[in-house]
């Protein structure tokens, strides 16, 4: 039995070595995954050795006249360094800020890998002035053993003051040191630069932006996805078509944050937002598909996606959700329609068609427990709350019946080419209507069918 345990205690053991060696390597990975990791490592690999060869096993004297010369050209090398990257960093700024949009200069004023770069520039060069400032020939400071024998002045190893003891040659290590440290950084920068000019990279940090901005509440009367429109606009001049479908892509996951992640519609920003700028935006953005022929686009992105995700919500009561795709459909619908795009237009009447179907099925089983639990006297604050639900829902069937008749009023208007799908939207409205005249508690629904079925 004993032999037994200690097998048991021996194989645990082995078991969390195992573990144990497993956790170190997969931190190493992901340590070594990231390039500034890597650049930070080869930095203080370097530095040691540097140490190690000058001042541990003094393989490379270090003379005060080469070393003032070699500060000295160290100094003005990386002021001019630092003042030409500037300069080309400006003009790239400049002239992308041209081509996109004046958003991206943010981007560029956020990035740390230059404020990084400067930081590390001015320091060396800053340090190598000081040294050259400090390195002197009195023999206060110089070895003159060495001196006479060699006929060269040599930094003193020695302390340069009695109680700090640093040698002129750390001193020195040093800046030469950081010149290997700012080199490797301009690369990096270089690296850093590159990718954030990638188009699909810029609409990727505007993304990322405009979803922080939502998050912390800071977008006041700021249109968030303004940036992406404008970098998607620059790109159809280009004919990007690549691009511009990433532009949209981002646009509508900005979009769905603020469907998913703001508390309620009735927010006056929010409410604006999904009434007023999103039906001007995704206007806009139907016309630059347009142009550019990729219908498909704008289905795939904004009407099937949001419509699957939308049915969904309504499935689980979410109502909020659903009036905000109802607008987003709505949108893209009449943006569609007035764009001429026939697929578009009619995938998002058929959408709005499914929407209504279940909005008004949910309000139907709403209804049908009101009336239970009003007969069976049930408790009152759960009437109470599942009436508030249905007044919800009911304004939901409102928003549908208008998104229908607004596209179909604007396929109309496109004539003959557009007839099917305007026949389809009033097809959609009367069987709206007739699913509403089932219950009194829907009259506005009714109303509101005729009023756009009227023209």
Known sequence: ???????????ICMQEKRTTIREITKWLKGLFSNPRYVVVAVCVLLFLVAMYSFTGANFFPIEAANARYMLSALAQSQAAIIALVITLSLVAVQVTASAYSPHLIRLFRRNHAMWILFGL???????????????KTEPRVMNFHMANQYSIYIVNQSSIWHLIPISFEHLVLLSFWLGVVTFI???????????????????????????????????????????????????????DIATMRVGLKKMMDVTKTLIYDTPTVKDTWTDDFFKIYLLRDLQHVCKLFADADDEDSIIEEVITKCGVKGKDAANKNQNDVVFKVVLILKAAGVGAANSKLEKATW?????????????????????????????DGRDESARSNDESVLSDFIDTAMQVATA????????????????????????????????????????????????WLAT
């Open 1 to 11: 039995m004993m032999d037994l345990l200690v097998i048991r205690n021996n194989l």
């Open 121 to 135: 520039y001015a320091f060396s060069v800053c340090w190598s002035l000081l040294v050259l400032q400090l390195l």
């Open 185 to 239: 950084a301009l690369f990096y920068y270089m690296w850093s630069i590159f990718t954030l000019l990638d188009p699909k990279n810029i609409l990727e940090e505007l993304a990322k932006e405009a979803k922080r901005e939502i998050a912390g509440q800071k977008i006041d009367a700021y249109d968030p996805i303004q940036p992406l429109i404008e970098v998607t606009h620059g790109a159809s001049l280009k004919q």
């Open 347 to 375: 995938s998002a009447v058929t959408s709005l068609r499914e929407f209504g179907k279940n909005v008004m099925n949910r309000a139907s089983i709403i209804t049908a427990r009101l009336k239970k639990n009003t007969l």
């Open 404 to 451: 229908l008749g607004v596209i179909g009023k604007a396929a109309m208007e496109k004539g003959k080419d557009f007839k099917k799908v305007a026949n389809e939207a009033e097809t959609c409205l009367e069987q709206l209507k007739k699913d509403a005249m089932k219950e009194e508690a829907y009259t506005i629904v009714v109303e509101e069918a005729d009023k």
